[in-house]
């Protein structure tokens, strides 16, 4: 769902862009190699549109093929910030030595595991609710009950991560005591997203309650009601195995095909609880400068 261009684009106005593992994927990749070097064609690209900080992540629960190939990718070409979703000890020794910032989100973050990614030399630990978009936690706390939790057992920053889409959403984590926000469904409905201009308006028309919520690999997925969601509902009502239902997510590129094509009888649409309060398309520095005004 990202590329060079909004991912520059958060950078610019303020924050911290990340380009996501399939950034700018417009076709199913045949090789390793081609999703590198697709991702050193927008790493290069964000580099042409802004000087500043920017990161890419290396996927501990994705294809172990490729984690060997980004880290090299990563220190090729001077990406500034690492996010690592998960703890490696080897990967965090790599970075440390680099001189990268590291961003840790454990998918399943845990007061121990927080504090273990801290020991590491994790710059920023990430506190991910069960309200995110995406792949989601295999335990269903709250954005509100981690971000507490990790904030209590680390002494370096926490960001907060699920369903944060406005500046009451930023206050109330920040009370609780992160010093940062993660976020990615805000972002989708941007004028500089790639997702289809019929999704953006889906979702600017759409709450939590639409939400549609099934099993997959790791725990579940959220998509909008969409026909093909429905499909995978139904796969998990009538008791189908997770594996199963999990190949048929992602056997045809459904992200993909449901959010940047608008095809919604083969795709579907991944967002978070915090799309409630999405209300109208902006662009990025307009999201960015609304929710983030108390530090501006
Ligand atoms: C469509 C979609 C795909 C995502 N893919 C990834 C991913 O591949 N890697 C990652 O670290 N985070 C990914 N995320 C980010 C998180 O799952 C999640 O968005 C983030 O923790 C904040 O939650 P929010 O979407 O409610 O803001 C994705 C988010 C969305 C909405």
């Given at each position: 769902?990202?590329?060079?261009?909004?991912?520059?684009?958060?950078?610019?106005?303020?924050?911290?862009?990340?380009?996501?593992?399939?950034?700018?994927?417009?076709?199913?990749?045949?090789?390793?190699?081609?999703?590198?070097?697709?991702?050193?064609?927008?790493?290069?690209?964000?580099?042409?549109?802004?000087?500043?900080?920017?990161?890419?992540p290396?996927?501990?629960?994705?294809?172990?093929?490729?984690?060997?190939?980004?880290?090299?990718?990563?220190?090729?070409?001077?990406?500034?910030?690492?996010l690592i979703n998960g703890?490696?000890?080897?990967?965090?020794?790599?970075?440390?030595?680099?001189?990268?910032?590291?961003l840790c989100r454990p998918l399943?973050v845990?007061?121990?595991?927080?504090?273990?990614?801290?020991?590491?030399?994790?710059?920023i630990i990430i506190a991910t609710?069960?309200?995110?978009?995406?792949?989601?936690?295999?335990?269903?706390?709250?954005?509100?009950?981690?971000?507490?939790?990790?904030?209590?057992?680390?002494?370096?920053?926490?960001m907060?991560a699920?369903?944060?889409?406005?500046?009451?959403?930023?206050?109330?984590?920040?009370?609780?005591?992160?010093?940062?926000?993660y976020?990615?469904?805000?972002?989708?409905?941007?004028?500089?997203?790639?997702?289809?201009?019929?999704?953006?308006?889906?979702?600017?028309?759409?709450?939590?309650?639409?939400?549609?919520?099934?099993?997959?690999?790791?725990?579940?997925?959220?998509?909008?009601?969409?026909?093909?969601?429905?499909?995978?509902?139904?796969?998990?009502?009538?008791?189908?195995?997770?594996?199963?239902?999990?190949?048929?997510?992602?056997?045809?590129?459904?992200?993909?095909?449901?959010?940047?094509?608008?095809?919604?009888?083969?795709?579907?649409?991944?967002?978070?609880?915090?799309?409630?309060?999405?209300?109208?398309?902006?662009?990025?520095?307009?999201?960015?400068?609304?929710?983030?005004?108390?530090?501006?």
């Amino acid at each position: 769902m990202t590329d060079a261009r909004l991912v520059a684009e958060v950078s610019e106005a303020g924050g911290l862009g990340i380009l996501g593992p399939h950034a700018g994927q417009t076709t199913n990749p045949k090789s390793n190699e081609e999703v590198i070097g697709r991702m050193r064609t927008e790493i290069r690209k964000v580099q042409s549109l802004t000087d500043k900080p920017f990161g890419i992540p290396v996927m501990i629960a994705g294809n172990p093929d490729v984690y060997p190939l980004m880290v090299d990718l990563i220190l090729e070409e001077n990406v500034p910030v690492v996010l690592i979703n998960g703890i490696d000890a080897a990967f965090f020794k790599i970075f440390k030595e680099a001189g990268r910032k590291i961003l840790c989100r454990p998918l399943d973050v845990t007061p121990e595991n927080a504090r273990e990614a801290e020991r590491l030399g994790a710059d920023i630990i990430i506190a991910t609710g069960f309200d995110e978009g995406g792949t989601l936690p295999s335990k269903t706390i709250g954005t509100f009950s981690v971000t507490s939790q990790i904030a209590h057992a680390v002494t370096i920053p926490v960001m907060s991560a699920g369903g944060i889409t406005d500046v009451h959403g930023v206050r109330s984590v920040f009370a609780l005591g992160a010093e940062g926000v993660y976020a990615g469904t805000l972002f989708l409905a941007t004028l500089e997203s790639r997702m289809a201009d019929s999704v953006k308006k889906m979702v600017v028309n759409s709450s939590a309650d639409d939400l549609l919520m099934f099993r997959s690999a790791l725990s579940f997925y959220r998509s909008l009601p969409t026909p093909f969601a429905y499909k995978l509902v139904e796969m998990d009502k009538a008791g189908k195995s997770t594996e199963e239902i999990t190949n048929v997510l992602v056997s045809n590129q459904g992200m993909r095909v449901g959010m940047v094509e608008g095809n919604l009888e083969e795709g579907y649409i991944s967002v978070g609880n915090g799309i409630t309060y999405i209300k109208e398309i902006r662009s990025v520095k307009a999201v960015i400068n609304d929710v983030m005004q108390d530090f501006i």
